[in-house]
């Protein structure tokens, strides 16, 4: 076998099992952190002490905030598989373009995110308002998906 052949044989059969990894991953259902989301949303409505209103509407607001992530999560992972296919291509400005397209979509989900914390805020009652402020910093950690970072390791 030639290197001409083997090296076709070789890119067909990665732009099949690329294809066959953006299928398995943009149709897998997205369970990421669903454990520790349903743990820290009763810490919310626990800390903030919501009434059953408000747990109806903050729920709603998860509903919302779990959807608008999980489409711009898609549309990320198109962006990363449209960028990767583009490997083999000299074609600089293409590439500039999906890393722009993904770099977006990942400041919509930051915005989507303080969205998110802002109607959080909005469902609390004045008497609530307090503990709101009190629990912002965990709120931060909750949606970071890390730990705070420990400034005396830096």
Sequence with gaps: ???SKLFQWTTLLLAILNIIL??????KPHHRGQHRSDGNKRMIIEKLQFDEEQVVQY???IH???HAVS???KEIMQGKYELYSLFNH???SEK???IEFIIEKQKSIEEVH?????QIKSLCRTDQQDQFESMTEELAQMFANHPKPNPEHH
Excluded: C, G, P, Y
Excluded at 22 to 27: K, R, S
Excluded at 114 to 118: A, D, I
């Design 1 to 3: 076998m030639t290197k």
């Design 22 to 27: 953006i299928a398995f991953v943009l149709n």
């Design 59 to 61: 729920e709603a607001l």
């Design 64 to 66: 919302e905030h779990r």
């Design 71 to 73: 489409s711009l999560d």
């Design 90 to 92: 000299d074609d600089e």
């Design 96 to 98: 500039d373009a999906f």
């Design 114 to 118: 303080l969205n998110h914390f802002q």
